[in-house]
T-cell receptor, first 116, second 116 residues
Framework: AQKVTQAQTEISVVEKEDVTLDCVYE???????LFWYKQPPSGELVFLIR??????QNEISGRYSWNFQKSTSSFNFTITASQVVDSAVYFC?????????????FGTGTRLKVLA | SAVISQKPSRDICQRGTSLTIQCQVD?????MFWYRQQPGQSLTLIAT?????????ESGFVIDKFPISRPNLTFSTLTVSNMSPEDSSIYLC?????????????FGPGTRLTVT
């Protein structure tokens, strides 16, 4: 069965610190997709990144970077030089292609608080 | 991306009543989903809204409680029936755009429901 674990319930950092949010997933499929979403206090889900299971290259986008390691079934997210505006709940999600419906399974989320 | 609107954005309802939430997309989509996010929790898939046929419900969700309609490729409704305080949640619709990969889901802004 598919499952996404975000063990960190809440993280607090001081502005300009780097922070890594962990995501561990379980799936029996060889083809799947992983995602990160940001949910600020307004409640809207903001898409950050999508990664398919055949692409293990790490990705950097500005202050954001993602580390995908199939060997450990992890897809971790790092924010460099954090800012107060990064304060939000971050969700990792998994979608399996063979399910036919491509529905997402979300982790429980990590609440990030960046203090000024 | 897709422009998705939900109505209402929020509501406060009395126990025992029903509320219908609308999801409108600015372009035709192949798939539409409804999610629930209970306070402080992750997102849970309620059902896949199928055009012209009955929705496909996930385990723990039934049509009598959450009837769904999808009359065309750009619109869907979710009704929360006979509400109780436990139904207080954010309800979000998501879509997969026509022509896009099935792994590209876009989320609406959500409907924040409080049941008293």
């Amino acid at each position: 069965a598919q499952k996404v674990t975000q063990a960190q319930t809440e993280i607090s950092v001081v502005e300009k610190e780097d922070v890594t949010l962990d995501c561990v997933y379980e799936t029996r499929d060889t083809t799947y997709y992983l995602f990160w979403y940001k949910q600020p206090p307004s409640g809207e889900l903001v898409f950050l990144i999508r990664r398919n299971s055949f692409d293990e290259q790490n990705e950097i986008s500005g202050r954001y970077s993602w580390n995908f390691q199939k060997s450990t079934s992890s897809f971790n997210f790092t924010i460099t030089a954090s800012q107060v505006v990064d304060s939000a709940v971050y969700f990792c999600a998994l979608s399996e292609s063979t399910s036919g419906t491509y529905k997402y399974i979300f982790g429980t989320g990590t609440r990030l608080k960046v203090l000024a | 991306s897709a422009v998705i609107s939900q109505k209402p954005s929020r509501d406060i309802c009395q126990r025992g009543t029903s509320l219908t939430i609308q999801c409108q997309v600015d372009s035709q989509v192949t798939m539409m989903f409804w999610y629930r996010q209970q306070p402080g929790q992750s997102l849970t898939l309620i059902a896949t809204a199928n055009q012209g046929s009955e929705a496909t419900y996930e385990s723990g969700f039934v049509i009598d409680k959450f009837p769904i309609s999808r009359p065309n490729l750009t619109f869907s409704t979710l009704t929360v029936s006979n509400m109780s305080p436990e139904d207080s949640s954010i309800y979000l619709c998501s879509v997969v755009k026509r022509g896009a990969g099935p792994y590209e889901q876009y989320f609406g802004p959500g409907t924040r429901l409080t049941v008293t």
